[in-house]
């Protein structure tokens, strides 16, 4: 059984059962906040693969971790489907699949922002700014991320490439610098 093709074709079925209702967007964000949360309580795994578990346990478990009662229903139809047909444990697989053929259509780009200290709002939209005069036509969406280790600046991640502006990264590019001197020395 090949889980990237299965999962693909369940997430393309999803995109466009949502499409087709006009509801992508909702979906996309429950599921985004539902795969947060599934990677947060490992209970929640446990329990819809569980076989001794009935559906509409693990439906009510799927929705309470999505948004509760505001769950939209093309994701608790797809959840009735997915457990109909014995795909809980690709369930995570298929999400995520969703989430990068979702990207994919809305030109969606997605980046990681590390910082010392939390950046204030302006500053944070006025980077997006900036990179969408890279990316025109496209919509950016960061990740924000807080780590004191690297002790000032921030580095920011997008697609495949990478901006090194912290002072430990600084550091370390001093320190290799030292060594490569020192290497010819000897």
Partial sequence: MDIGIISRRYAHALLEFACGRG??????EQTELFLKRYAQIPGIRQTVEN???GTEEKIKLLRNATAGDATCEELTRFF???LENKREKMMVFILHSYLYLYRKKKRIRQGILITAVPLPEE????????????YRGRTVEFETKVDPAIIGGGI???GYWRVDASV?????????????KNRRIV
């Fill in 51 to 53: 076989p001794m578990v």
């Fill in 156 to 158: 920011l991640g997008m």
């Fill in 168 to 180: 430990a990264g600084q550091l370390k590019k001093v320190k290799q610098q030292f060594i490569e």
């Fill in 80 to 82: 009735s489907l997915l």
């Fill in 23 to 28: 509801a992508e967007a909702t979906v996309y």
């Fill in 123 to 134: 500053t944070q939209e006025r980077l997006k700014r900036i990179i969408l005069h890279f």
